[in-house]
């Protein structure tokens, strides 16, 4: 028998020789072996010179098969979650219509928080290597929370199953598959994230229109089980196709380091995705519910919120495409963010009109659609790699702050005030304030005015 110290030096040499064969020789297992040794290089041996990952495919079947299986998994939920405003004007007209605006908004904040919230977490487990296990229970819970929803009949009922089942379930499968992109591309990191923020937006266009239509031919007990059966293959089509391509990290660090903030371009970032929060959401959960109060029919009601996230899909893909091209994230988000803001201005103003709706549709959800898309990018540019799992998911667990408490606050000052004027110069105010600590966190990344970022 081997001694033991023999045994580890042969496998030391194995490690090497495949770390210095030639990439076309390399087999499989060497690959690997070669990619392991780097990673363990990074957070073993820190002040190693050179660490090799080995080339970013950056395309080719393969990494755009895993991206598109990232765009399926937003679809089934982020795009679930952006459907939110049909439900809020089908539940105040038919189920719950006793319960105030308000009170209702709740369930969908909840969603929006819980989309993020766990990222703090699930970010880490996926540095750890957990993948397959947490997207397939994520996703029983989701499909299970659906069908649980077409039973509800009670407020606290729809708040447990739709609110914070199918809401928690939706960030663990976000969290989990947000980080996927970087593993396959570096260049077209932008195209990737759009492509898979795509799908959010395909979701929350289709969801609505199908859930007003199948609930006039089937009900809305109907209604939630084929939408259940949607989310099965959705999700099904993710677990098979996204895989991670880099080895697990032996060492991930603190979920929590909050000497991050003392990082001034972090912290004004940080401080800017919180705040947008408070206002961003407020239009398209309400944009609906407006339109029947001002007079509009519900059958071009129900189509305001599709009409948006079919727009927000132009924008996330051309805002992903410009950022990496031209501008880099922060220098089109800014932009596309004040113009969210004016329109977050004006919708109370013009929304007693057909073609005020749908002007203020098509306008925000593009410009919306360019800030949701590219909201990690300028995290990953102002970190370094051991950094950006935890500086994300503290940035995430902000943002989650203003999604559970914007749309509800919107909602209170409609019901005190009778009316969304005020509620439109709340949260277009919250959205202003958001684009004024990107723009110090842009002067605080450049050191001046001008340059790419």
């Not at 090799?52 to 089934?76: F, Q, S």
């Not at 990953?380 to 998911?393: D, F, L, T």
């Amino acid at each position: 028998m081997e001694h033991p110290e023999k045994e580890k030096d042969r496998t030391s040499d194995e490690v090497t020789i495949a770390a210095d064969a030639p990439p076309h020789q390399e087999t499989e297992h060497q690959r690997h072996q070669r990619e392991l040794e780097a990673v363990v290089k990074e957070y073993v041996e820190p002040d190693h010179p050179k660490v090799d990952y080995g080339e970013n495919p950056d395309g080719g079947l393969r990494a755009w098969l895993v991206v598109i299986g990232c765009a399926a998994g937003t679809c089934g939920t982020f795009g679930l979650v952006n459907a939110w405003g049909v439900f809020q004007a089908y539940y105040q007209q038919s189920i719950l219509p006793g319960t105030s605006t308000s009170t209702i908004s709740w369930i969908g904040s909840v969603q929006y928080a819980l989309v993020f919230l766990p990222g703090l977490v699930v970010g880490r487990l996926f540095d750890m290597g957990y993948l397959k296990s947490m997207l397939g229970a994520a996703s029983a819970v989701l499909v299970a929370a659906t069908f649980l929803t077409a039973q509800c009949t009670q407020y606290w009922q729809f708040l447990l199953c739709q609110g914070i089942a199918l809401g928690l379930a939706c960030g663990v499968i976000f969290g989990t598959i947000v980080a996927i992109p970087a593993h396959w591309f570096k260049h077209k990191l932008g195209a990737a994230l759009g492509v898979m923020a795509l799908g959010s937006s395909v979701g929350g266009t289709l969801f609505p229109i199908a859930v007003k239509n199948l609930v006039q031919q089937v009900g809305f007990q109907w209604t939630m089980r084929i939408l259940g059966f949607l989310e099965i293959l959705l999700l099904g089509f993710q677990f098979v196709t996204v895989e991670r391509r880099l080895p697990p990290k032996p060492r991930s660090g603190p979920f929590v380091d909050l000497t991050a903030f003392k990082d001034i371009r972090y912290l004004l970032y940080s401080l800017s995705s919180l705040v947008s929060f408070f206002g961003l959401y407020t239009v398209l959960t309400y944009l609906d519910v407006a339109a029947v109060q001002q007079g509009i029919s519900d059958n071009l009601a129900f189509y305001l919120l599709s009409i948006a996230n079919a727009c927000s899909a132009v924008g996330r893909v051309v805002g992903g495409l410009v950022a990496d091209r031209w501008t880099g994230p922060l220098n089109i988000m800014i932009p596309a963010t004040f113009l969210a803001g004016i329109m977050t201005y004006v919708w109370p103003f013009v929304n007693h009109t057909v073609g005020g709706n749908i002007g203020i549709a098509i306008v925000y959800g593009a410009s919306s659609g360019v800030y949701v898309s590219l909201l990690a990018a300028p995290i990953v540019r102002i970190s370094k790699v051991q950094e950006v799992g935890v500086r994300a998911g503290m940035s995430f667990t902000l943002v989650a702050v203003g999604g559970i408490a914007g749309p509800p606050i919107s909602g209170a000052i409609q019901t005190v005030t009778g009316g969304f004027k005020d509620t439109g110069i709340y949260a277009g105010s919250a959205v202003m304030v958001a684009v004024a600590f990107m723009f110090a966190a842009r002067y605080a990344i450049l050191g001046g005015l001008w340059g790419r970022v």
